[in-house]
């Protein structure tokens, strides 16, 4: 073999990588022109040129191996730009199409061939970094391409050797810096946690009430480098599946129940028409309002695009007229809905069989009288962590003390709050001591994390003894104590608004991927 042998297959492959990117930009494009005909009526799709770009991939084919090598590598270096140039041009216009339409368009017009839904996705991960809209486009066709229906009609994940074939085609597109092994682990154990939760929600509401899809897609959108790889892409996959088969199961249920209910107001309707009780201005407006909704909600159900919101916007419009109608029945609809009436209502029932209503209370410590700065398993980081945002004078929007704490700005906040106590001094609530309890036992979760990765990386041991592992048995019970309490404070604040949901929810996962991280090396190392 001579020494331009290597050289020459070099080339060959660099060419196909380029002609390929060439074919997906063409494909995209064509995908863009079909939304904008079908989905976005009135407007154009970008004015580009492909034929130019055509010629010169034809040339660098017909002249490679003829030209000198640098000449056929400088002119697939000069395509390769003006192909990055289109594919930025491509991008901005595909920012004018919502997740929500993409989906739309696939089920309007039917598009089921594989290799043009391939074609489509790798447009996608020729970026370098990807918008959330663009996430959830990709985990839209990954879907679509990683799951096959199954037997009853449910998706069902395509086999192992399919799914690396899929991965193989996408991830080899452009070399990027693989994410660590451990983060990788984490992001698959949290994908796991939250298809627990997924699990036990029994009733339509707690998709809801729990966030839990939210919860699924946020952990998607903050991946980082470790969304790019295969372990990651499986588990996505089957948290979409399972996703999907919950959903469908709730709302058939669900959509039983309001259809029946929306039947029985439509038909008092005809029997209030000359009483003037019912029907005043307020009264009318309601009834409009439940019949906009409802139309709504129809459409949306013959498109399978049925969201959450939707239900709960029609359960909304549908309770107010029923508790107009029939206080009775509207206590009985609201049953099990997230509505403050059904809420309060459930609250006494479990009272009265004995339960134990939830403890936590955003404006106490009830629920939270754990003291990570009292606990000998702590209080040295808790000591560690006063210091260091003890330096921090002010409340900022996004204080980063040193001790490498890399603190959220409530978390900062919140410990502030517990270290200066006093007259003047801002007093801490539940939800201070329930943040800064979590920064504290985070972080030290972190330090067994590294202690243990110390011990399986240098010492190259494969177990440890009951004495090295129980400090880190008692993290891992403690955190399992503190994410019950998130839970709590995440349905306390749900009438809050979004910031202190989001603070909470945020704080969370980064406790849950300490969590995910740290018990994995706990139980390769034989902790029981």
């Known amino acids: 073999m001579t020494s331009t042998a290597p050289e020459s297959e070099a080339i060959s492959q660099a060419y196909a990588r380029l002609s390929a990117k060439f074919k997906a930009l063409w494909t995209f494009h064509q995908f863009l022109q079909g ?13 580009v ?32 730009v003006q192909l990055d140039a289109l594919h930025a041009t491509l991008s901005e216009d595909d920012r004018q199409i919502s997740p929500s339409t993409m989906r739309l368009f696939f089920e309007r017009v039917k598009a089921g061939d594989e290799e043009l839904l391939l074609s489509i996705l790798k447009f996608y991960y020729y970026a370098n970094t990807l918008s959330p809209d663009e996430m959830d486009k990709v985990d839209l066709l990954l879907t679509r391409l990683g799951t096959a229906p199954g037997k009853g009609g449910e998706p069902e994940l395509r086999p192992p050797a399919e799914l690396q074939k899929l991965s193989d085609a996408l991830l080899s597109l452009m070399e990027r810096p693989r994410a660590d092994a451990a983060e990788v682990q984490s992001v698959v154990s949290l994908l796991e946690i939250l298809r627990r939760d997924l699990e036990a929600c029994e009733r339509f509401e707690d998709l809801s009430n729990r966030k839990t899809l939210e919860n699924i897609r946020t952990l998607k959108h903050r991946m980082g480098k470790a969304f790019y790889e295969a372990e990651v892409m499986h588990a996505i996959l089957s948290s979409n599946v399972a996703v999907k088969k919950k959903f ?11 259809l029946t209910a929306s039947r029985e107001v439509l038909e008092k309707e005809k029997d209030l028409e000359h009483d003037a009780r019912f ?16 139309d709504e909600f ?18 909304d419009s549908l309770h107010r007229l029923l508790a107009r109608l029939d206080p009775a029945a509207a206590d009985e609809f609201d049953v099990g809905s997230d509505s403050t009436a059904g809420s309060s209502r459930r609250k006494k029932e479990a009272v009265s069989k004995g339960a134990t209503p939830p403890p936590f209370r955003r404006d106490t410590g009830a629920g939270t009288a754990w003291r990570a700065e009292t606990d000998r398993l702590t209080s040295e980081t808790a000591r560690k962590l006063f ?56 972080q030290k979760m972190d330090e067994e994390a590294h202690k243990l990765r110390d011990l399986v990386g240098e010492v190259g041991d494969s177990s440890a003894s009951e004495h090295t592992l129980a400090p880190t048995g008692k993290c891992l019970a403690r955190a399992r104590e503190i994410d019950g309490l998130f839970r709590e404070a995440l349905v306390a604040v749900e009438s809050e608004g979004i910031e202190p949901w989001n603070h909470l929810t945020r704080s969370r996962f980064r406790h849950l991927r300490a969590f995910a991280g740290l018990w994995l090396l706990f139980d390769a190392l034989g902790g029981k």
């Open 298 to 315: 129809e459409k949306a159900s013959r498109r399978r695009g049925v969201r959450p919101r939707d239900v709960k916007r029609l359960k």
């Open 279 to 294: 029907m005043s201005p307020g009264f009318r407006e309601d009834l409009e309002r439940f019949r906009k909704d409802k």
């Open 49 to 80: 040129s492909f034929a130019p770009l055509y010629e010169q991939i034809k040339r660098i084919k017909e002249t490679k191996g003829v030209e000198p090598a640098a000449d056929t590598r400088a002119a697939m270096a000069s395509l390769d």
């Open 387 to 442: 210091s260091s945002v003890d330096l921090v004078r002010s409340d900022p929007p996004g204080g980063t003390p040193e001790y490498g704490t890399r603190l959220e700005g409530w978390e900062v906040r919140s410990a502030l709050r517990i270290l200066r106590k006093g007259k003047d001094a801002e007093p801490a609530g539940g939800m201070d001591r329930l943040f800064f309890n979590a920064a504290v036992l985070r």
């Open 248 to 258: 469908q199961l709730l709302y058939k249920v669900e959509e039983k129940r309001i």
């Open 35 to 47: 939304v904008h005909r079908t989905s976005l009526r009135g407007s154009t799709g970008p004015a």
